[in-house]
């Protein structure tokens, strides 16, 4: 999301630097000043004292962020970016809820799921597969787990297991 927010930024920027030339440009019309013939457009369209303070910035930021977020909400997309670092001890289950992501740090931990064969997996984003009950997990690989039916857990098989969690999660 970070990514979107600098050209946006960007973009706000342009379109208030122009509204203010529009703006001062009627005024100086409506004083009567007459323009001078020799300005060149480029010239015309950022005027010499336009000055962006950090703080502008800042707050133009925030704006946006608000802005987005509540666009996001409204089309009824999650908006959950906070992740938790956790440790899980060994024969204890991470429970996963719909929708929520895991990147595997080490330890020792295999899938456990409650789908029936090979259906309903953890998907496995860094590799682009699917694992199944009994299947290890790989270091650094980041998984999701899809809102389906099936129960979706890691199991700690290790002296423990760590894991950054994003998403509704349960221990048991």
Do not use: W
């Amino acid at each position: 999301m970070k990514k979107f927010i600098v050209p946006l930024l960007l973009v706000c920027l342009l379109v208030a630097t122009l509204s203010l030339n529009t703006m001062r440009s009627s005024a100086e019309t409506a004083d009567g000043e007459a323009k001078n013939a020799s300005e060149s457009n480029s010239d015309a369209l950022i005027p010499d004292e336009t000055l962006v303070t950090y703080g502008m910035l800042l707050k133009i930021k925030d704006e946006l962020r608000q802005e987005i977020v509540s666009e996001l909400l409204q089309d009824g997309v999650s908006v959950q970016t906070t992740y938790n670092d956790i440790c899980v001890n060994q024969g204890e289950l991470l429970i996963l809820s719909p929708d929520s992501e895991i990147i595997y740090r080490g330890g020792g931990a295999i899938a456990i799921t409650s789908s029936e064969g090979q259906t309903e997996g953890i998907t496995d984003m860094s590799a682009n597969t699917e694992i199944f009950s009994g299947m290890p997990l790989e270091y650094g690989h980041i998984y999701h787990s899809s809102a389906s039916e099936a129960t979706k857990a890691i199991l700690v098989t290790g002296d423990r297991a760590y894991f950054t969690v994003r998403g509704d999660y349960e221990i048991g």
